[in-house]
């Protein structure tokens, strides 16, 4: 059955983390621009880059879906 592309659930924001948009980098910048559009505050902003990079990729990406989980998808 071919449908609508209108009747297509809204997935929302996925992350592909064994692709290029897994690298922690991008990872960081998403975080960031994410952060600007929800009007977290630099501060705040300032707080969650630096615990995403206090430690290894698992800390990254844990304190990442903490804050932003709510809004994206990430698939290993």
Do not use: H
Not at 47 to 76: K, P, V
């Amino acid at each position: 059955m071919i449908k609508s592309k209108a009747e297509m659930p809204d997935r929302g924001i996925e992350i592909d983390l064994t692709g290029p948009d897994g690298n922690a980098y991008v990872i960081l910048g998403i975080a960031e621009r994410l952060g600007r559009q929800l009007g977290y505050g630099k501060r705040r902003r300032e707080r969650i880059r630096m615990e995403m990079t206090l430690a290894d990729y698992e800390c990254l990406l844990q304190t990442f879906d903490r804050e932003f989980g709510t809004f994206i998808t990430m698939w290993r």
